[in-house]
């Protein structure tokens, strides 16, 4: 009797450890959460998963850890988090360069679209075409007269091959059948040198380096490539309305991405807290006065047709403007 006794406590004992542990397995996130950032410290992406990271730890009830892993137009950090366990624990900041470097480099080893399970996208930047202040050109219809009437004479700057305002640039130029020279630069902070010193006379920037520098007197902005207008210029049109052209809209935006075995748990889970963080007042502002516009998907599903439907976009893109690399 003692024995079986015995027996029957310890199965009981076992089925309560059998079903506590899958329990506890499921709990996410049990530690901190790695946000890799493709850029370096301090530029505009980095500050704002920095800003955003307490708000969304809070959100998911774990901290965040932000770790840059800079290279190859983002590559590095993609293949990183591509190859990485599959637990939730390692999360991407996602966005259109990692598209249009696969484009651009098919043989590269990742795929933004089928080694991701996109969560949500968290915010779009547009970029702004500028010219100096002191440029004769004093609205969007005058650069295009001038590029018109000089094929080839006039020259547009970028943070190097495939970066935002090189293919701004080259879709502009492209749309209006008209020929300038693209030079690029080793990063994006010389694109706004390069137009005070006059070696180009037009580029298209990103809204967190053009409001303030237009704001503060050094540039002029002629258009955005959002598909609205920007309330921070009032007034600057939009090149969509400009050109009547789709592929003038052009927004930098920036998602979540896990590694596509992720559990379906941590998906749900970083999706809602994402969702919670982005409707704090105070993320907003942030992201505001960075130039970036909150945005969130109404799903991950959702945020997954995004991802694909704009992947077929840049395509287009690249196609129109004939971009290459090397």
């Known amino acids: 009797m003692h024995r079986r006794k015995f027996c029957l406590g310890a199965l009981g004992a076992g089925l309560l450890v059998g079903t506590a542990a899958p329990q506890a397995a499921q709990t996410y996130p049990s530690r901190a959460v790695r946000v890799v950032v493709p850029y370096p ?9 920095r800003q955003f990271g307490p708000a969304l730890g809070a959100a998911l009830g774990q901290p965040i850890v932000v770790e840059n892993k800079v290279g190859a137009g983002g590559v590095l950090a993609a293949q990183h988090v591509a190859h990485a366990p599959a637990d939730g624990y390692t999360v991407l900041m996602g966005s259109n360069s990692h598209l249009i470097q696969k484009i651009l480099q098919p043989k590269l080893n990742f795929d933004p679209v089928n080694d991701f399970i996109p969560v949500t ?42 970066s935002a305002a090189h293919l701004g640039g080259a879709t502009f130029v492209s749309l209006l059948k008209a020929k300038a020279t693209h ?7 010389e694109i706004p040198l390069s137009l005070l010193r006059g070696d180009t006379e037009f580029a298209f920037t990103i809204a967190g380096t053009a409001i303030p520098q237009t704001k503060g007197g050094k540039l002029r902005a002629l258009a955005v490539t959002s598909r609205e207008p920007l309330s921070e210029l009032p007034g600057v049109p939009t090149l969509h309305e400009v050109l009547n052209s789709d592929l003038a809209v052009q927004e930098f935006w920036f998602d979540f991405w896990l590694p596509k075995n992720a559990p379906r748990q941590a998906v749900d889970t970083l999706y809602s807290a994402t969702t919670k963080a982005l409707a704090d ?3 907003r502002r942030q992201f505001a006065a960075g130039g970036i516009n909150v945005a969130h998907s109404a799903s991950p599903q959702a945020d997954a047709a995004f991802v694909r439907s704009e992947y077929q976009k840049w395509v287009n893109i690249i196609k129109l403007a004939g971009v290459t690399v090397g």
């Open 41 to 49: 410290a301090g530029g505009g992406p980095d500050i704002m998963m």
């Open 121 to 162: 996208i968290m915010g779009t930047s547009p970029s702004v075409l500028v010219v100096a202040a002191s440029s004769p050109y004093r609205t969007v219809q005058d650069l295009i007269a001038a590029l018109t009437a000089n094929p080839g004479k006039m020259n547009y700057g970028s943070g190097g091959v495939g």
């Open 183 to 189: 030079v690029p630069f080793k990063g994006s902070v």
């Open 281 to 283: 007042e105070a993320v």
